[in-house]
């Protein structure tokens, strides 16, 4: 599997529902962003979570980070029908060449109304 | 503030023919990234450019690929020869600082479509 693999690859939720996506890496890391990317769009920075941080919090959004596992994951609660989109996370590899991101494939997240 | 702008948002060529890519950095910024989406794939590096300097192509085609960010102007991805497996969805990042912990801002894109 490649770095910043997220699964499940498409998840499909009620709307009022909590969805939760989650994303392993393999090299050590300096940061993990989510973005959201809407079908034929370009790419929403949602949230950067820092190698030292555990927790992090944006609205109804919740990542967490567990580089012991080299796994994060990200919660959004009382989903909405426009909350629909791919989910990527991605990595910088800590030590050179940190602003080279690393995506993985994505989550397609439906919620319905 | 204006975000990342890039155009055209779609282009299509024939086989054979050139396609330049254009892409504005956010007010502020002076580092580019570019990044190279397939269908049903996440997004892949392909060169990272200050002002003037090409920081790190590693990720770019060896051939037909070029990239340059001038002085005045936008950031340009150049792909000569364009064949079909060039189709995808062409993504430029900025960001005020090229290190660690900054955030890259994306622009919508550019999706090139070779006939």
């Known amino acids: 599997s490649q770095q910043g693999e997220e699964d499940p690859q498409a998840l499909s939720i009620q709307e009022g529902e909590n969805a939760t996506m989650n994303c392993s890496y393999k090299t050590s890391i300096n940061n993990l962003q989510w973005y959201r990317q809407n079908s034929g769009r370009g790419l929403v920075h949602l949230i950067l979570i820092r190698s030292n941080e555990r927790e992090k919090h944006s609205g109804r959004l919740r990542v967490t980070l567990d580089t012991s596992k080299k796994s994060s994951s990200l919660l959004i609660t009382a989903s909405r029908a426009a909350d629909t989109a791919s989910y990527f996370c991605a990595t910088d590899a800590s030590g050179g060449s940190n602003y080279k991101l690393t995506f993985g494939k994505g989550t397609l997240l439906t919620v319905n109304p | 503030n204006a975000g990342v702008m890039q155009n055209p948002r779609h282009l299509v060529r024939r086989r054979g023919q050139e396609a330049r890519l254009r892409c504005s950095p956010m007010?502020?910024?002076?580092?580019v990234y570019w990044y190279r989406q397939l269908p049903e794939e996440g997004l892949k590096f392909m060169v990272y450019?200050?002002?003037?300097?090409?920081?790190?192509e590693s990720g770019m085609p060896k051939e037909r690929f070029s990239a340059e960010f001038p002085k005045e102007g936008p950031s340009i991805l150049r792909i000569q020869q364009v064949v079909r497996g060039d189709s995808a969805a062409y993504f430029c990042a900025s960001s005020p600082l090229g290190e660690d912990g900054n955030e890259q801002f994306f622009g919508p894109g550019t999706r090139l479509t070779v006939l």
């Open positions: 450019l200050q002002k003037e300097n090409i920081i790190d």
């Open positions: 007010k502020g910024h002076s580092h």
